[in-house]
């Protein structure tokens, strides 16, 4: 059955580096989302993506922050100075054609601690 | 704003007992409705949505939710449960296109004793 990938699973990393969070979506979706669970919190939505480019963006999701599908098959979080409120798991999701089914296929996220 | 909101978050039962897992969404739209279960150390696994067709949905592990829309819940339920059973369990609402985002609860987490 297919499913969605997520690399590392667990990801430590200094304040104030750069970190990528690596996705490869179900291969014949074409929506991608970010989601984040901080600890003991709600899953938040980041941000989705569609068509090369942002559909949606939470205010989390500010300039620290961007997006990437550099090839056909990965789908990149990018962090760009990584804060200690950063430290959570996150959760790539992909889902299929407009008009299917709208449930969202989850990855079994990467755990990112900052100290 | 949407939001939805899960009553209880722990609930504990014993096995082979009734699971209730509740959940209430706020809009005057009828949304999209999702449960997800979420296992220690592993991501997060639909067991069932609602998208405006039967409103008593079944699901994966016998589970199975009925929209009400005049109580504006979409509640979880199996009539036995299973040590198995005993996970995290997330309501989600997604609202317009297919490609929306969604709007979690914030989970209860289910025990299942012997």
């Known amino acids: 059955e297919p499913e969605v990938t997520q690399t590392p699973s667990h990801q430590v990393t200094q304040m104030g580096q750069e970190v990528i969070l690596r996705c490869v979506p179900i291969?014949?979706?074409?929506?991608f989302y970010w989601y984040r669970q901080i600890l003991g919190q709600k899953v938040e939505f980041l941000v989705s993506f569609y068509n090369n480019e942002i559909s949606e963006k939470s205010e989390i999701f500010d300039d620290q922050f961007s997006v990437e599908r550099p090839d056909g098959s990965n789908f990149t979080l990018k962090i760009r100075s990584t804060k200690l409120e950063d430290s959570a798991m996150y959760f790539c999701a992909s889902s299929g054609l407009a008009g299917s089914s709208h449930e969202q296929y989850f990855g079994p996220g990467t755990r990112l601690t900052v100290t | 704003a949407q939001s939805v909101t899960q009553l209880g978050s722990h609930v504990s039962v014993s096995e082979g007992a009734l699971v209730l897992l509740r959940c209430n969404y706020s809009s005057s739209v009828p949304p999209y409705l999702f449960w997800y279960v979420q296992y220690p150390n592993q991501g997060l696994q639909l067991l069932l949505k609602y998208t405006s067709a039967a409103t008593l949905v079944k699901g994966i592990n016998g589970f199975e939710a009925e929209f009400k829309k005049s109580e504006t819940s979409f509640h979880l339920t199996k009539p036995s449960a299973h040590m198995s059973d005993a996970a995290e369990y997330f309501c989600?609402?997604?609202?317009?296109?297919?490609?929306?985002?969604?709007?979690f609860g914030q989970g209860t987490i289910l025990t299942v004793h012997p």
């Open positions: 989600a609402v997604k609202y317009g296109t297919s490609y929306g985002k969604l709007t």
């Open positions: 291969s014949n979706h074409l929506y």
